[in-house]
């Protein structure tokens, strides 16, 4: 999966430019000749443009059927699985990668699928500016990038704000699903949703969930298996919003 992560820094009296927010770090990558050509020629079958105005789900889909979003599918592995076997569900996946989203929309084309469409754009504006409340049914996030060294906790993506903004784009009873291999971060990302007053936690034993059958294996995941890591998941339900 491409990292991400939310990062911003404050306006000051000396520095009056403020870094806007971003949800990724952008690493190069070689495009491959087949990838190439999936981002010129499948681009506008998949392919959402960047702009400012809301998004009417239906209109995109083409149906009414609950969109969930997946923030970083990387290769688009586990995207393209979860559309197969679902196919009366949209997915909205967003990933600024481009060997990633061309090797995503070549797996759509050879599987024929119908029902996922890409934003390649940071996933926080894209949420603030297009995104309307309450209007996905799940919004997924595997294997982001833990940021292991103390210092770099504030580029994690999953913060009490982030959180926060999510809850707004989220139905009632809407599912945010986390999966991490590195044990700290797991632990972070638990505090973080268990301090979130929209959400609750849908494990048995209020920490972690067993995998959901929904979620694919990922080479992340695989490769953190080798290496002897744990894979956590986090299942939390948006609650319903209090009635006026």
């Known amino acids: 999966m491409e990292k991400h992560f939310p990062e911003e820094k404050e306006k000051s009296a ?12 952008l690493r190069a990558g070689r495009v491959t000749e087949g990838q190439k050509r999936a981002l010129e020629d499948l681009w506008p079958v998949y392919g959402l443009e960047p702009g400012k105005q809301r998004l009417n789900m239906e209109a995109l889909f083409g149906n009414g059927q609950a969109v969930v979003m997946e923030i970083g599918f990387g290769n688009g592995d586990a995207t393209w699985r979860m559309a197969k076997a679902r196919p009366d569900q949209n997915y909205l996946g967003v990933e600024v990668h481009q060997p990633g989203v061309g090797s995503l929309m070549l797996k759509l084309e050879e599987h024929g699928l119908e029902n996922v469409r890409i934003a390649s754009e940071d996933a926080v504006e894209l949420l603030q500016k297009q995104v309307p409340d309450e209007s996905l049914a799940g919004i997924f996030i595997y294997f982001p990038d833990p940021w292991p060294k103390k210092r770099h906790h504030k580029r994690r993506i999953i913060q009490a704000a982030f959180v926060a903004l999510m809850a707004k ?3 009632d009873g809407g599912l945010l699903h986390l999966a991490t291999d590195w044990e700290p971060y797991a632990e ?15 494990s048995p034993s209020g920490r972690f969930c067993p995998k959901p059958d929904w979620r694919p294996p990922t080479k992340y995941e695989k490769r953190g298996e080798r290496l002897g890591h744990k894979v956590a998941d986090l299942v939390f339900r948006r609650t319903d919003r209090e009635e006026l």
């Not at 972070?188 to 849908?202: K, S, Y």
């Open 14 to 25: 000396k520095n009056p430019h403020r870094r806007t927010v971003r949800s990724y770090v």
């Open 188 to 202: 972070f990302m638990l505090e973080v949703m268990q301090a979130a007053p929209d959400f609750e936690n849908l």
């Open 169 to 171: 784009k989220l139905k």
